[in-house]
């Protein structure tokens, strides 16, 4: 049991950091977009993750080099400068919230979705490699409490955060509110994007 908490709480540390991920779940809580579809693909993606690492580490660590890891972050970027030209184009002080909300389809939410997961490097580096290298000396059973643990964070922080948005979202069905909040979204992304361009480049 011990190392069912134990993995929970090292999940959960991981995952409380503020990332792309985090806030593409809190905007689409806010929209009231697909709100279980979102947080469940983010859960269950972890959840392979964090196993993938704890399992295969071993094996995976000697493919992983400076060149994969480029890669990712330039994907990386190439994705973020999508979703923020997207942002920009859309964003008008005569938007209206709920009419945003009508025309982005199921399919749509579910690419973005795995594009904030799959494409971002810090989520191999939390799941695969982080948690994958910590538990690599423990035995069977206890490398698969830990991984339990730390899915169950990812499940209760992806839902959670959702879920509160949407709860939040009622306080957010203005479009001066709305206009702020996306303001803040296009801030973050480009700061985030800078970030990205740095690693790579160094």
């Not at 948690?131 to 000396?137: C, T």
């Not at 879920?163 to 957010?172: I, T, V």
Request: net charge positive.
């Amino acid at each position: 049991m011990e190392f069912l908490i134990l993995g929970f709480f090292t999940g959960l540390s991981l995952i409380l950091a503020i990332g792309a991920q985090n806030i593409f779940v809190i905007e689409q809580g806010l929209k009231k977009q697909h709100i279980f579809l979102v947080c469940l693909v983010c859960s269950l993606s972890d959840f392979i993750l964090i196993f993938f690492g704890i399992f295969l580490f071993h094996y995976f660590i000697q493919y992983f080099n400076s060149t994969i890891e480029i890669i990712f972050n330039i994907l990386l970027v190439i994705f973020l400068i999508h979703f923020i030209y997207s942002k920009i184009r859309s964003f008008s002080p005569k938007a209206v919230f709920e009419n945003q909300v009508e025309n982005i389809s199921k399919m749509n939410i579910f690419f973005k979705t795995l594009g904030f997961t799959y494409l971002n490097p810090h989520v191999y580096s939390d799941t695969v490699f982080f948690l994958g290298n910590f538990s690599k000396n423990f035995i069977l059973y206890q490398k698969i409490l830990f991984g339990l643990g730390a899915s169950i964070a990812s499940f209760i922080f992806f839902f959670l955060i959702g879920y509160l948005s949407k709860y939040l979202s009622d306080y957010a069905q203005n479009k001066k509110i709305w206009n702020i909040i996306n303001v803040f979204i296009i801030s973050f992304m480009s700061l985030l994007t800078i970030y990205v361009i740095l690693e790579v480049v160094n």
